[in-house]
């Protein structure tokens, strides 16, 4: 959803400034719908991970979602394996390179975890949970564009050992929470497609460019790392 609200300068404020505010409130009324309790954690459910598909992007039931558009698993033994999303990654399509923090590094939950990058452009990969990172995926390393075909399985980026996990689940959405916050963010980018874009709306019940940047230019990376990724 898009809101106008102004500063006391006098400004209106990006859409990520009001995302990030308003995150705890979507968070509770998501909850409410759901019935999840704040201190639950939820296992992954053994098998290959089951996947949904809501306003054309492919969302992996079962996980975790931030706000900046990473995802987190729950693994037994109490690891925690991240990476970043379908939307994000058909948003800005096959990345030149993906970079994250070296093994060791202490992360926190909303800071920069690693990077994306293509054609000159970067943009930050934010870590859902706090903790330590003891596992990297040098496979998407070397090919990148394993995350855009399979950012929930083989794409994965990093597994962390959490140092807070309890109360960073507060902060996170998942399964159906995280299938209707996607569907808030497509709502958010048609309506930005529509107002700054030749670029037509994706229709309902169909499946999202991979590529989205490419196909309409004019909207910009900034632009775009702006409203949904930071």
Same mark, same amino acid.
């Given at each position: 959803m898009r809101y106008k609200a102004v500063h006391a300068e006098g400004q209106v404020p990006s859409r990520a400034q009001r995302a990030s505010f308003l995150w705890p409130v979507r968070l509770r009324q998501l909850r409410q719908v759901s019935g999840r309790t704040e201190d639950s954690i939820h296992l992954p459910i053994s098998g290959r991970t089951s996947h949904a598909v809501m306003s054309g992007f492919d969302v992996a039931r079962n996980y975790y979602y931030y706000q900046g558009h990473t995802w987190a698993r729950v693994e037994y033994g109490g690891w925690v394996r991240v990476g970043v999303d379908d939307f994000a990654l058909r948003l800005l399509g096959q990345q030149d390179a993906i970079e994250? @923090?070296?093994?060791?590094?202490? /992360?926190?939950?909303?800071q !920069?975890?690693?990077?994306?990058? &293509?054609?000159?452009? +970067?943009?930050?990969?934010?870590?859902?949970?706090?903790?330590?990172?003891?596992?990297?995926?040098?496979?998407?390393?070397?090919?990148?564009?394993?995350?855009n075909d399979a950012p929930y399985e083989d794409?994965?980026?990093?597994?962390?050992?959490?140092?807070?996990?309890?109360?960073?689940?507060?902060?996170?959405?998942?399964?159906?929470?995280?299938?209707?916050?996607?569907?808030?963010?497509?709502?958010?980018?048609?309506?930005?497609?529509?107002?700054?874009?030749?670029?037509?709306?994706?229709?309902?019940? @169909?499946?999202?460019?991979?590529? /989205?940047?490419?196909?309409? !230019?004019?909207?910009?990376?900034? &632009?775009?790392?702006? +409203?949904?990724?930071?």
């Amino acid at each position: 959803m898009r809101y106008k609200a102004v500063h006391a300068e006098g400004q209106v404020p990006s859409r990520a400034q009001r995302a990030s505010f308003l995150w705890p409130v979507r968070l509770r009324q998501l909850r409410q719908v759901s019935g999840r309790t704040e201190d639950s954690i939820h296992l992954p459910i053994s098998g290959r991970t089951s996947h949904a598909v809501m306003s054309g992007f492919d969302v992996a039931r079962n996980y975790y979602y931030y706000q900046g558009h990473t995802w987190a698993r729950v693994e037994y033994g109490g690891w925690v394996r991240v990476g970043v999303d379908d939307f994000a990654l058909r948003l800005l399509g096959q990345q030149d390179a993906i970079e994250t @923090s070296p093994l060791g590094s202490v /992360l926190r939950q909303g800071q !920069p975890a690693g990077t994306l990058r &293509r054609a000159g452009k +970067e943009a930050s990969i934010i870590s859902p949970v706090d903790g330590v990172v003891v596992a990297i995926n040098h496979k998407v390393l070397e090919k990148a564009f394993i995350a855009n075909d399979a950012p929930y399985e083989d794409g994965w980026l990093m597994l962390i050992q959490p140092t807070n996990l309890q109360e960073n689940l507060k902060n996170l959405l998942f399964d159906a929470e995280g299938l209707s916050w996607i569907d808030d963010e497509a709502i958010s980018l048609n309506t930005l497609l529509a107002e700054e874009s030749r670029f037509e709306l994706i229709a309902a019940g @169909s499946e999202t460019p991979r590529d /989205l940047i490419e196909q309409a !230019p004019e909207i910009g990376w900034e &632009r775009l790392v702006v +409203e949904f990724l930071e």
